[in-house]
């Protein structure tokens, strides 16, 4: 079971981890817990592994800091979808493992609070009604990426990059 | 211009969509960044950089160290830079998109990767300049490229003369007014001024595309570049250059603008925000903390005094600009209005030190975001302005033009 955190157009890095609590601030053990601190407060102390962040448009706009998503997967949320991604933080989620699924339909069906079943594998979303939300594929030049985990894993694994 | 600065540093010619394996120039890291980049290449990678003297570590975020874990963040970018021969630029040296281009490690043609988003600056050498996060930063240190799409280019043509009090900052707001904040996103910004506009006022524009989304900010080289670098022909834009959009800013009908809490291209004109009450000023950062800018602030603050209820920062954006603006008496001049100074670097910008705001506070600032809490408290409010408005804002006290100082 998944819970849906629903946020609105424009999350920027700022809103997902404000820069005075990054680990270099605060401590590499802790920053995680000041996720969304600004903005909803009781995300860090609620949410469960698998959870499923909802976004609008321009998702992660802002700082490059790799450390905002980091926090969320510390929090082992189970993706987030969004109506369209900030490049460098779309980066940052690939280069982490983190699904990122764009979809300018499912953000406006998802409602905050909504408890999902979420099969991360299949990218499919079951609601409470049966309803189900087919999530889009990545695109495919990162496919081959995604079937190592992340960008990082495939380096590590071919010494060199997607496409290279 | 990206483009063709992606083909002759990859292995083949590419267009807008290809993805491009290319040849790495420069890799900066900041302080803020620097600790996980560095644990990323020795415990995942187990790497070194390929290229040492193709990275650079800049300690401008947090400096000199607020507290004893950045102090001990510092410590092992300097443990680190000492073992591998990596570039380091320690406490003072300045803000680092500052410092590679006064160290000419950005330069015409060249690809430089930033840990930082405000990297897109580097274009105001044309430079292929990007930000990206801690991952891509190690992976492109151990292997000296990196991967990126191909990005679509946005031409923006700035026609006209510029009206007095009106300034490279006000035309980068009015852009991304009409962009958008994702109007470029994926996308890099090539921005045709002829030979207007001087490096410093280039980077100012340069800085501020990402706050449209973009990957990259170039701007056409012209003017004093031309004498300050040798610009390969190959760096120029085709003349029958493909482009996904094409706006035209008329520069002689501009007026001074100000990005209007809480997100960057919310812009209003000044003359519309007037006698808005303000807590902080504060003149400095990659966006505009250069001597240029100090002076411009200077020639309002000459003679006048601050507000009694408003205090002035300003932070220059390097050693050198400290030195220069030391020289040339603009400091003199900003601490007898009542300014007071920091170390070069980022200062307030990201609420860190240095000048961090109360709940409920104003703050007129010439840096580049103003995200709900980016300088302090959440319900802190931040207007981003020029240099000119910020000046004539202390003075006043309030949100004000230059042109509403009465004379000193």
Redesign the interface.
């Known amino acids: 079971m998944a819970r849906v955190w629903k946020f609105s157009d424009?999350i920027?890095t700022?809103?997902i981890l404000?820069?005075?609590y990054?680990?270099?601030?605060?401590?590499?053990d802790v920053f995680h817990k000041y996720a969304f601190h600004?903005?909803r407060p009781e995300f860090a102390l609620e949410v469960q592994p698998g959870d499923l962040l909802v976004g609008g448009?321009?998702w992660g706009?802002?700082?490059?800091?790799?450390?905002a998503?980091?926090a969320l997967k510390r929090l082992e949320i189970g993706g987030i979808i969004a109506k369209?991604f900030?490049?460098?933080?779309y980066?940052?989620l690939l280069?982490?493992g983190i699904p990122a699924f764009d979809s300018l339909e499912i953000p406006d069906l998802l409602e905050d609070g909504e408890i999902v079943t979420y099969d991360r594998d299949a990218g499919i979303i079951t609601r409470s009604s049966g309803e189900v939300l087919r999530l889009p594929p990545p695109p495919e030049?990162l496919r081959e990426a995604l079937k190592a985990g992340?960008?990082?894993e495939y380096?590590?694994q071919f010494q060199?990059?997607?496409?290279? | 211009m990206a483009e063709k600065i992606l083909s002759r540093r990859g292995s083949k010619t590419v267009y807008a969509g290809d993805?491009a394996?290319v040849e790495v120039d420069n890799v900066m890291i900041v302080?803020?960044?620097a600790?996980?980049v560095i644990e990323?290449l020795e415990t995942?990678?187990k790497a070194v950089p390929k290229y040492p003297e193709r990275v650079s570590i800049v300690i401008d975020h947090?400096a000199p160290a607020s507290?004893v874990?950045?102090a001990k963040?510092h410590q092992v970018s300097r443990r680190f830079a000492a073992e591998t021969g990596v570039r380091l630029f320690d406490v003072g040296r300045g803000i680092c998109h500052q410092v590679l281009i006064e160290e000419r490690l950005a330069f015409p043609g060249a690809i430089v990767l930033?840990?930082?988003?405000h990297?897109t600056t580097y274009g105001a050498v044309a430079a292929f300049g990007t930000?990206?996060?801690?991952?891509?930063i190690a992976?492109a240190a151990a292997?000296g490229?990196?991967?990126l799409r191909v990005p679509e280019s946005v031409k923006v043509t700035l026609e006209g003369e510029l009206p007095d009090g009106v300034s490279a900052k006000d035309i980068a707001l009015e852009m991304i007014r009409v962009l958008t904040?994702?109007g470029a996103?994926?996308m890099s910004v090539e921005i045709h001024a002829g030979d207007k506009f001087s490096r410093g006022e280039r980077m100012t524009l340069a800085n501020l595309c990402v706050e449209a989304?973009a990957?990259a900010g170039m701007v056409v080289p012209g003017g004093e570049i031309l004498t300050m670098y040798d610009v390969p022909d190959w760096v120029y834009p085709d003349p029958d250059a493909i482009y996904a959009r094409a706006i035209t800013i008329d520069l002689s009908h501009l007026t001074p603008r100000m990005s209007v809490p809480s997100?960057v291209d919310n812009v209003a004109e000044v003359s519309s925000l007037r006698g808005i009450r303000v807590d902080q000023v504060f003149i400095g950062t990659c966006t505009n903390g250069r001597l240029e800018d100090l002076q411009i602030a200077a020639a309002i603050l000459k003679g006048r005094k601050v507000a009694a209820h408003t205090r002035l920062l300003v932070i220059p954006a390097s050693s050198e600009v400290l030195e220069a603006a030391m020289q040339d008496g603009t400091l003199l001049t900003i601490i007898q209005a009542g300014g007071t100074l920091s170390t070069p670097g980022c200062g307030p910008c990201?609420?860190?030190h240095q000048g961090?705001l109360a709940p409920g506070e104003v703050c007129v600032s010439t840096s580049n975001?103003n995200?709900?809490?980016?300088m302090?408290d959440?319900d802190a409010k931040i207007y981003l302005a020029s240099p000119a408005v910020a000046a004539a804002t202390a003075i006043m006290g309030e949100i004000a033009l230059p042109s509403d100082v009465p004379y000193a």
């Not at chain 1, 990054?22 to 590499?28: K, L, Q």
């Not at chain 1, 706009?61 to 450390?67: C, D, I, P, T």
């Open positions: 424009s920027n700022d809103d404000p820069g005075k990054a680990p270099f601030m605060v401590g590499a600004h903005f448009k321009n706009l802002g700082s490059s800091r790799e450390y998503p980091k369209s900030a490049r460098i933080h980066r940052n280069n982490l030049f992340s960008i990082l380096y590590k060199k990059f997607p496409g290279e | 993805l394996v302080d803020s960044i600790e996980s990323i995942e990678l947090v507290s874990n950045v963040s930033g840990s930082d988003s990297s930000g990206m996060g801690a991952t891509d992976l292997s490229k990196t991967w904040a994702d996103t994926y989304g990957k997100y990201m609420g860190r961090v975001r995200f709900i809490g980016r302090g959440k």
